[in-house]
Structures are given as structure tokens and as C-alpha cells.
Antibody, heavy 126, light 108 residues
Framework: QVQLQQSGPGLVKPSQTLSLTCAIS??????????WNWIRQSPSRGLEWLGR?????????DYAVSVKSRLTINPDTSKNQFSLQLNSVTPEDTAVYYC????????????????WGQGTTVTVSS | EIVLTQSPGTLSLSPGERATLSCRAS???????LAWYQQKPGQTPRLLIF???NRATGIPDRFNGSGSGTDFTLTISRLEPEDFAVYYC?????????FGQGTKVEIK
């Protein structure tokens, strides 16, 4: 059974960096048939797909245009986890943050986000 | 960026009734890349449908997805009390992907 365990602070000051980690059990961050994602949810923005990292003979990372200049997602193969770093946060970054697994099947078709972390409520405030 | 617009915003129905939820894309999306999720208060979203019409593991057969191109539909044939929730469509054809804003199915 695949599980994702999130860790990181729930309160971040404006202009600082938000850092979250997602530890994977039951699967590998280096799997060549999975993408590992960060999603956030807020009343004002709904569900927002922030970015993903995946391994297909080499590492790839995609970011949403809305956060591309501020977001870094990194895999950590030694700890079987991946992380999010969002720089220069503002109160608009206040949200519940989720890490998710998106497996692919057949000829690279997405199954859907079938495993979600427990969520981290992040508040940006001084 | 592909924008997904869901309608209606809220659907008020009684248990046993049929629910029809719509998801419209701002440009054509391959049906292989369209999924539906259910979210209940205080819970994480749960995958219901992938590839527009395939039920995920353990999803009851009263949930059915259909559609192609820019128009997709999630139908719940007979609402059970546990089906009252918010439903989201999501596409992964773009990079990295987008969600709709959700349809709330509430008890009438």
C-alpha cells in the first residue's frame, strides 16, 4: 500500500521560503511510471496543480505558470521523498498543500492521482 | 493553460435521484487525460474516474464518466447519502495540468 507522509511548518512569514517534504512508502520516487506532484487548495483559488517531478531515464520537472519563478520541486532518492520550496511567499500562498502520486499505465497514459498526502495547512502571516 | 469550467456550481438533489455534472475545457483534451475526483469536508480528494470513463479501483458502478473533446460529464445514477460532496474534474494533457473549480452536490 502506497502512502505519502508530509512534513513541514504550518506558519511562514511573508517574503520567506515555504519548504515541505513528502516521504514515500510502498513506491519509489525513481519509478519510471509515476509522477510526483504538489497541489494546493484554497477557498479563493480552488485546487491548483503547482508542479511535478518524474523520472524517465532522467529527471524532469514541470511547474505551473503561476508559480514557476518561485517554485522548486526536488526528488531525493536517498530518502525516497520529494520536496517543495516556494520562495517569496505572500498571504495569497495561504492554502492546504498536498503531495500526490500520479501513476501512468499502458503507453504512458495517466491513471489519475490515486494517493494523496494528509495535507499541510500553511498560513503566510507575520 | 487549459481552463476547465464546471457546471452547475451547486446541484441540490435528493437521495435516489440522478446527478449530472458537466466539465467544459477551453480547448480540446484527449479523453485519456481527463479525471474526476470526489472530496468530502475535511478529507483529501478521492479519484473516481480516469481516462474520462474508467472507474478507479473500488468505485461503485453508479459513477459513470463520459465525453470527449471539450465536453465531459460525470453521472451518478442514484445518489446515495455518502455521495453528497464536491466533485472536481482535472486534466493532465497540459503541463502540469489543471482542475475545474468544482460542483457541490448537496441534499435538497
Amino acid at each position: 500500500q502506497v502512502q505519502l507522509q508530509q512534513s513541514g511548518p504550518g506558519l511562514v512569514k511573508p517574503s520567506q521560503t515555504l519548504s515541505l517534504t513528502c516521504a514515500i512508502s510502498g513506491d519509489s520516487v525513481s519509478s519510471n511510471s509515476v509522477a510526483w506532484n504538489w497541489i494546493r487548495q484554497s477557498p479563493s483559488r480552488g485546487l491548483e496543480w503547482l508542479g511535478r517531478t518524474y523520472y524517465r531515464s532522467k529527471w524532469y520537472t514541470d511547474y505551473a505558470v503561476s508559480v514557476k519563478s518561485r517554485l522548486t520541486i526536488n526528488p531525493d532518492t536517498s530518502k525516497n521523498q520529494f520536496s517543495l520550496q516556494l520562495n517569496s511567499v505572500t498571504p495569497e500562498d495561504t492554502a492546504v498543500y498536498y503531495c500526490t502520486r500520479l501513476p501512468y499505465y499502458g503507453l504512458g497514459l495517466p491513471y489519475g492521482m490515486d494517493v494523496w498526502g494528509q495535507g499541510t495547512t500553511v498560513t503566510v502571516s507575520s | 493553460e487549459i481552463v476547465l469550467t464546471q457546471s452547475p456550481g451547486t446541484l441540490s438533489l435528493s437521495p435516489g435521484e440522478r446527478a449530472t455534472l458537466s466539465c467544459r475545457a477551453s480547448q480540446s483534451v484527449s479523453s485519456s487525460y481527463l479525471a474526476w475526483y470526489q472530496q468530502k469536508p475535511g478529507q483529501t480528494p478521492r479519484l473516481l474516474i480516469f481516462g474520462a470513463s474508467n472507474r478507479a479501483t473500488g468505485i461503485p458502478d453508479r459513477f459513470n464518466g463520459s465525453g470527449s473533446g471539450t465536453d465531459f460529464t460525470l453521472t451518478i445514477s442514484r445518489l446515495e447519502p455518502e455521495d453528497f460532496a464536491v466533485y472536481y474534474c482535472q486534466q493532465s494533457a497540459g503541463s502540469p495540468g489543471t482542475f475545474g473549480q468544482g460542483t457541490k452536490v448537496e441534499i435538497k
